[in-house]
């Protein structure tokens, strides 16, 4: 089955930090130019980071700084390094490979 886990959110209050992981199975993730999004209550989805199979990447304005993405190719997974967290951070957090998306993990930052 070809599918993507996240996992890592949660509620962490302001200027703390998460790792999201974003996992796969029955594909090779370094094949795919890796995307994390998030999407807010009323809110579309806006792409947050991206990982090229070359291992360049690309940052929204909003989270430059204080994110960082990376992979790890030998675990067949993704992470997203949230430090500084501020609250208009919440949102559900989905990473995304080609036309696959998962389930999302919700991420909450609040005092």
């Known amino acids: 089955q070809l599918q993507l886990v996240e996992s890592g959110g949660g509620l962490v209050q302001p200027g703390g930090s998460l790792r999201l992981s974003c996992a796969a199975s029955?594909?090779?993730?370094?094949?795919?130019?890796i995307g994390w999004f998030r999407q807010a209550p009323g809110k579309e989805r806006e792409e947050v980071s991206c990982?090229?199979?070359?291992?360049?990447?690309n940052y929204a304005d909003s989270v430059k700084g204080r994110f960082t993405i990376s992979r790890d190719n030998a675990k067949n997974t993704v992470y997203l390094q949230m430090n500084s967290l501020k609250p208009e951070d919440t949102a559900v957090y989905y990473c995304?490979?080609?036309?696959?998306w998962g389930q999302g993990t919700q991420v909450t930052v609040s005092s």
């Open positions: 995304n490979a080609g036309l696959r």
């Open positions: 029955g594909f090779i993730l370094d094949d795919y130019a």
């Open positions: 990982i090229n199979s070359d291992g360049s990447t």
